[in-house]
């Protein structure tokens, strides 16, 4: 069992540990922040451009299929 004393002092030490840790981070030069800016939605002709076996990859991986459509089914949200 700690005593009441035995407490105290764990608690000074901790707080000398904290109070050395943050007087240290005040020495570290802050990161720049890296920002990106995105545009949302695509620019005109994008689209129309894409891996020539993109389509052959698609419907190879999709469950149910017909010959030129992938069907899918709605999902209901609860």
Do not use: H, Y
């Amino acid at each position: 069992m700690v005593t009441e004393t035995q407490k105290e002092a764990i608690r000074k030490e901790a707080r000398k540990i904290l109070d050395g840790f943050a007087k240290t981070l005040e020495n570290v030069p802050k990161a720049k922040a890296n920002v990106k800016e995105r545009t949302l939605g695509r620019k005109e002709g994008q689209g129309s451009e894409c891996d020539s076996d993109f389509r052959t990859r698609i419907f190879a991986n999709a469950p149910k299929k017909n010959k030129d459509f992938l069907i899918a089914e709605k999902g209901a949200w609860n």
